[in-house]
């Protein structure tokens, strides 16, 4: 369903990301992990048609985004990594907003939008400024957005971010629910534990690079480990986490 | 001793109060204000700015004083304490106008913010010395602007005036007066604005504050440009009274300052002359009081209530401007990309400070102008000034339409938040060129749905049905062809573009405008007025407006299809 086929992507001369390859089928989530300034972003952004790559394509059914980029975008649904929303629109506003662009009907647009306002617990902050929101709040509008047109692919970028205890698990059940109803899912976080319970897939970037791809077993197998944590600090941490820990802790007591 | 200096310098900016005061003093003044979307023009420039029309005034009066021009002009004896009052009131209304403009634009700076609650609160620094390091801070910040704006023309002025004929012995009392007078001038107004914002601080809630103080601005703005207006007119009238207390004009502290100069230059006899300087003063210092008392007790009632507040909109009052009945010309619009967006332009228009402030201005400006010239309808006395002044009725709609567009034009290339716009560069594709769309219908909706409606009606009542329609008519196609000029090229959604196209060749872009104002608000009313004698020759305009169309639509299909295509970010090289 989508496919990245050799992406490149330069800011200049700097290589943000190289060669990366994967396929992601309906109802399948991929994972994909890495530290800060490994390329995810960028990703996300060759992925979703903000960014064109500087070599290779991201393909759509066979097809390359940039052919039809709107038709495209209209089978996707997307949850950037900030929440950057208009703070003046209503919550129920930037939602009318997006399904207008969507051609959403008006009918469906306003049941969809709703009943997910109702279930999210946003229904009584709809029509107040989004600049009021906490930043959960405004993570779920974005989730209410990237689903209320039922797009056959998600990308998500940092999709817990801020969200509290109970939205998190409602968003876990929610993803797996998603991948049996044979959604193809983009799944881009720092929570390791959340990745190893709802993806099907891993992909590890460093340095803009993939050092390990593959079904989650495969790379526990390849890697010897047994959680998704204790692969992710083997191939990717180049020192020690918790003697960087006790270091910060000797500077902040010890120094006089 | 530089070094001493420097040392000391570097010593006392290490203080945490000093630190405090340079931060509130380099914000009112723009610098430190990374997230700001002004683009941080420098202090230096800003400083430059001010100081300009001071210099510029001030040496073109060199030749009106000069003594050979006087002798050419024929005028004998000169008195320097009598025949500059009308240029002394033009420098109190420079002064104060130039010092309020500032004030006014840097106005959400000047009190302490969210952003200053989350990074100071926290830290061990008490809220009195907050208080303190943001009033010491306003006032350096008034006194820099006072001093820049009016040092050039304290010194170049009595120059200018007494170069050629005067003698010591009136040059400096000269000077002095006209000095200390401007300067006065400047801080009254200071503190007449920031009195006003600290009374509504202390006596509002935050929240209705905010919206409070929108609204304070607009009169402000208003008063100023009254001030501005009736520049040119108050000497003369002052000229004409024998006690200029009797009048209206006695309100206004443009003539408490220019009755401050008179007495100042010892050449006063007036009683009322002497009043209205001791109003000055007294009330000078009324307003130095007010400001010491309403800013602390806003201060202590406002600053620790931010958190609940400041993400608040401030104009909660234009909740749903799009179910207002004339603005829902978006039924007419084609695609839903531009419904979205046409949408999105409007809520932006009326619920961001920025551009509900420029917008404010507009009408604010828009608003004299009407005054103006009705005023002067209803002043003319012969029939010749009552028939330019009958004419002149002609360019109201064109003169209010064109100021309205144009702001509206320049309010467009303001970003509302750049950060935000990834929904619409998500939505929309490039290709399909619906930026102009977008703005035609922002600017019918905001413009002329309410404008051409009002001209009918004040029209017909004026000059009876048929030359009543006809001007209705003609200003019509006269404000669609303006609207077809002023979104020629453009190629953005209106608030998101991150580079104000503006600034890399705004001088040039000024002056277009303002011989566009000239052109469109005078002279084609002007040619108007000729035609509609015989009602026939309006259809001279036939031909030409129709020229004007056709070349416009010739030169939009020659445009290359990169030239035309949306952008969202747009390069400061021309």
Redesign the interface.
Known sequence: MLEAKGLFKYYGSVPAVRNVNFHIGPGQVLGYLGPNGSGKSTTVKLLTGLLEPTRGQVLFSGKNIHDNLVSYRKRLGYVPEEANLYGYMTGEEYLAMVGTFREMPSHILRHRMNKLLELLSLAEHRHVPMSSYSKGMRQRILLIAALMDDPEILILDEPLSGLDAVSSLVFRYLIQGLCLKGKAIFYCSHVLEVVEKVCTQLLILQKGEVIAHGSIDDVRRQIGQSTVEDIFLQVVAEKDVSRIANDIVDVIIHTR | MREYLSQKWTAAKRHPWVKLVLLFTLRMFGGGDSDSNEGGAGIGAILVLLAMPGILVSLLLLEKYGSLIRFLRGQGAFDPFVSTIPDEYFFIVLSMGVIGSVILWRWETIFPDKRDFQNLVHLPISLGRIFLANLVAIGLFALLLIVVTNLASSILFPVAVLESEGTIKDFFPFAFGHAVTIFAAGVFTAMAIFAALGTLMAVLPYGMFRVASLVAKFVIAIALLILLVLGGSVPDTLAKEVHPSGLNLGYLPTVWMLALAQTLWGHNTDAHVSEMARRAVNVSGTLFFIVLVTYWAGFRKSFQRIPEFA???A?PLW?RPSSFAPLRVETLLLT??V??CY??AL??LF??GTHVQLMLAVIALSAITVAKLVLDFYAAHTLSEKTSAYDSLLSLPFLVGFLILCGLRLAFEIP??I??N??L?????PAKQQARSIARAVMYSICLSWLIPITVVYSVRLWGWIDGLLHTLFFGVCALLLIEVLIVKYRKIPFTCVFPSYKSHSPLVLALYLLGFIFFGTYIPHLESEALISRWDMLWFLPVLSGIYLGLKTYRRQMLDMDKSLIFEESDQL
């Open positions: 993400e608040r909109s104009l909740r839903n990309a419904r979205a949408r999105f809520r932006t619920r961001s509302v938040d950060r935000a990834w929904t560069k998500f939505w929309l594709d």
